[in-house]
């Protein structure tokens, strides 16, 4: 494969029939493990690691607003053990941490056909005191 820009290249094929793929190195720094559903039509898959800081949420907020506490609101026990079986999940999976804010939006779920999905509505707190972008973001279909 000429012009690949790549030190490793693992196809779909492998990606579909193994549930995890390893790759040992001797590199100073920790592991890193990179986890992806495949479902390509085009029949590849691309992966790109990159260290990024995340961004700062209160970073963009007006100098005079106060943190915002919402209560969120009774659930059925279907939903109640839904969000906190949601939350366990992504806790767990180190994809969100324990928040130690004074801020707290709203916890809800919507059904999405035959499945549901945790939502947050952050519409009443942050959002209420957030710097608008006075840009508009390009038209994806519009950048190929």
């Not at 700062?56 to 279907?78: C, D, G, I, N, T």
Request: overall charge negative.
């Amino acid at each position: 494969m000429d012009n690949v820009c790549a030190d490793v290249v693992v196809g779909q094929e492998i990606l579909l029939k193994h549930g995890s793929v390893t790759i040992v190195v001797n590199a100073p720094e920790e592991s890193l493990t990179i986890a992806s559903s495949v479902s390509s039509s085009s029949g590849h898959i691309s992966v790109a690691v990159t260290k990024a800081e995340p961004q700062k949420l209160f970073e963009f907020l007006l100098p005079e607003s106060k943190p915002v506490a919402y209560k969120s609101p009774r659930y059925s026990a279907e939903g109640t053990k839904f969000i906190k079986n949601e939350i366990c999940h992504l806790l767990v999976a180190e994809i969100m941490e324990p928040a130690r804010s004074p801020w707290r939006a709203q916890v809800q779920f919507v059904n999405q056909g035959y499945k549901k999905m945790l939502v947050i509505d952050y519409s009443a707190t942050i959002y209420r005191f957030a710097i608008l972008d006075v840009y508009q973001h390009p038209c994806i279909a519009n950048l190929e």
